[in-house]
């Protein structure tokens, strides 16, 4: 109803269990995904009822449903989960934080200390690297914008903004004498050859432009 009232769920699958996320496509909402620690439960009826469909090694930190399969990031490598139900570690004991599903296979990972692009066949190009002090604890996105967060920045990923110049600032044409001018009338000055800066000649004379 909205969120106005709460009750515990009647599968106990996902009502005993630490559930620490939830995921969905909004393109598919029959689809509900729960992570709770190592396991990842599925519901294909929009969360009535799961079941237990994949054990990591690890605590499983995120998991995101591209056209071509699964990736399921967790603290001891990221799995990839085919559209046949092959599935394959890459990343192996790394802490890997997130991953944004690029298509054709590929993906954007971020590990605690690296932020990577991977290739389908598992090829890896660091992107960008951090410290143990300033890890990578999110990374989220589409396939043409993503966004990493560390524990004190966020970065974008994705192709560079196009940059407008900026426009040109008009052209001003100042004689010696209209300088000479500006400058009295924001001194105050009214005979320019009384004063000791002149010496007995004008201010454009003194300081020549």
């Known amino acids: 109803d909205g969120g106005f009232t709460w009750a515990h769920h009647t599968d106990r699958k996902v009502s005993t269990a630490v559930v620490s996320r939830l995921f969905w496509n909004p393109d598919d909402p029959n689809q509900v995904l729960a992570t709770a620690a190592e396991v990842v439960y599925q519901s294909e009826d929009r969360g009535v009822t799961f079941a237990p469909v994949f054990n990591a090694a690890g605590e499983v930190t995120q998991v995101s449903l591209g056209a071509d399969g699964a990736f399921i990031a967790t603290t001891a490598g990221l799995y990839v989960a085919g559209p046949t139900g092959e599935?394959?570690?890459?990343?192996?004991?790394?802490?890997v934080m997130g991953v944004v599903p690029l298509g054709q296979g590929a993906a954007i990972v971020a590990t605690d200390t690296q932020l990577a692009l991977l290739a389908a066949d598992g090829q890896k190009q660091v992107l960008m690297r951090t410290t143990d002090g300033d890890p990578f604890v999110r990374l989220a996105?589409?396939?043409?914008?993503?966004?990493?967060?560390?524990?004190?920045?966020?970065?974008?990923?994705?192709?560079?903004?196009?940059?407008?110049?900026a426009p040109r600032p008009p052209r001003l044409t100042?004689?010696?004498?209209?300088?000479?001018?500006?400058?009295?009338?924001?001194?105050g000055v009214t005979r320019p050859g009384e004063e000791s800066l002149a010496d007995g000649c004008s201010l454009a004379e003194a300081h020549p432009i």
């Open 87 to 95: 599935i394959t570690q890459r990343f192996k004991d790394e802490v």
């Open 141 to 165: 996105g589409t396939a043409d914008m993503g966004w990493a967060r560390t524990r004190y920045g966020i970065f974008r990923v994705g192709v560079p903004e196009l940059r407008r110049p």
């Open 174 to 187: 100042l004689s010696a004498v209209e300088v000479e001018r500006a400058a009295m009338r924001h001194l």
